[in-house]
């Protein structure tokens, strides 16, 4: 199985400043054939079920607002706020879209600071 | 806008066997080819993958629960079913329905949209 692991588990991030968000993959989810590596972001906030922002390492999912980034191939990735909002408070999590079974971080808690 | 729906029990036994039922809506008449997958979420936070089944009756299962776990199309088109026997306290969790997303021609294996959620006790 594809092992995700985000760092960090929890962070607090004061209004209008950058917010990074880093998972790693215990293998590489990058498909030569399309050049792609295949992760995915979501968001969750509380009450509510997780919600998609990214596939493909950095294609936005309509309606997701383009402060909202992915970055990085092979097995190191990155999910970016650029001027965070107060409604961006939720856990993130990462996906692994490559194979099955499909596998997630453990989350990561961004907070207002 | 395609929308899914979750029902089923909110409370099973020990040793009982969980029934699911996905309920999809706004799906346009032209769209034959999708895929559904189930997922868990537990009371700690983790997200699990427990099965999918294709348009044309393919089906994968994680192999933590290959052996408990049936995903099977409803008696209606627009319904998927989960079983899962043997429940145990540890399967305690929100379970959720999800649509594979798509990108143009492209089905992918991200999930978008999910369904609300229903939160199964397993509990004597």
């Known amino acids: 199985d594809f092992v995700l692991v985000q760092s960090p588990d929890s962070l607090a991030v004061s209004l209008g400043e950058r917010v990074t968000i880093n998972c790693k993959s215990s293998?590489?989810?990058?498909?030569?054939?399309?050049?792609?590596?295949?992760l995915a972001w979501y968001q969750q906030k509380p009450g509510q079920p997780p919600q998609l922002l990214m596939y493909?390492?950095?294609t936005r999912e309509s309606g997701v607002p383009d402060r909202f980034s992915g970055s990085g191939s092979g097995t190191d990735f990155t999910l970016t706020i650029s001027t965070l909002q107060a409604e961006d408070v939720a856990v993130y999590f990462c996906q692994q879209h490559f194979s099955t079974p499909y596998t997630f971080g453990q989350g990561t808690k961004l907070e207002i600071k | 806008q395609v929308t899914l729906q979750e029902s089923g029990p909110a409370l099973v036994k020990p040793t009982q066997t969980l029934t699911l039922t996905c309920t999809l809506s706004g799906l346009s008449p032209d769209v034959n080819e999708w895929r559904v997958s189930w997922l868990r979420q537990t009371p700690g936070k983790a997200l699990e993958w427990l099965g999918r089944?294709?348009?044309?009756?393919?089906?994968f299962y994680s192999p933590s629960l290959k052996t408990r776990l049936t995903i099977s199309k409803g008696t209606s088109k627009k319904q998927v079913v989960l079983t899962l026997t043997n429940m145990d306290p540890v399967d305690t969790a929100t379970y959720f329905c999800?649509?594979?997303?798509?990108?143009?021609?492209?089905?992918?294996?991200?999930?978008?949209?999910w369904g609300q959620g229903i939160l199964v006790t397993v509990s004597s």
């Open positions: 493909w390492a950095s």
């Open positions: 293998q590489t989810i990058f498909n030569g054939g399309d050049n792609k590596s295949y």
């Open positions: 999800v649509r594979h997303g798509v990108a143009g021609p492209i089905r992918g294996n991200w999930f978008a949209p």
């Open positions: 089944i294709d348009w044309d009756d393919d089906k």
